[in-house]
């Protein structure tokens, strides 16, 4: 059973950085696509920034520019950097893998950003 853990939520001022991490409990180069999605209240859940088993990356053009997402396949964790964070991008963070068999999800972490 995959397991994806997620953390790095918390409380920050608009202006602000936030890093949130997701560690799986296997190797992420089992995996062909990773990513982070986020759900705000009353909102679909929606994709921020993925990447492929590759190294290629997309971000949304709502997080374009602010945003960065990584990995470190020595540590199995996949990371979201997040600068200049704005009220509108308070939500539930989750991350999610993807292989040739199924779809993992982690837990979520919240972030909010205070305006």
């Known amino acids: 059973q995959v397991q994806l853990v997620e953390s790095g939520g918390g409380l920050v001022q608009a202006g602000g950085s936030l890093r949130l991490s997701c560690a799986a409990s296997?190797?992420?180069?089992?995996?062909?696509?990773m990513g982070w999605y986020r759900q705000a209240p009353g909102k679909q859940r929606e994709l921020v920034a993925s990447?492929?088993?590759?190294?290629?990356?997309n971000v949304a053009d709502s997080v374009k520019g602010r945003f960065t997402i990584s990995r470190d396949t020595a540590k199995n964790t996949m990371y979201l950097q997040m600068n200049s964070l704005k009220f509108e991008d308070t939500a539930v963070y989750y991350c999610?893998?993807?292989?040739?068999?199924?779809?993992?999800w982690g837990q979520g972490t919240q972030v909010t950003v205070s305006s």
């Open positions: 999610k893998a993807v292989d040739g068999l199924a779809n993992y």
């Open positions: 296997r190797s992420i180069f089992r995996f062909n696509f």
């Open positions: 990447i492929r088993s590759g190294g290629s990356t």
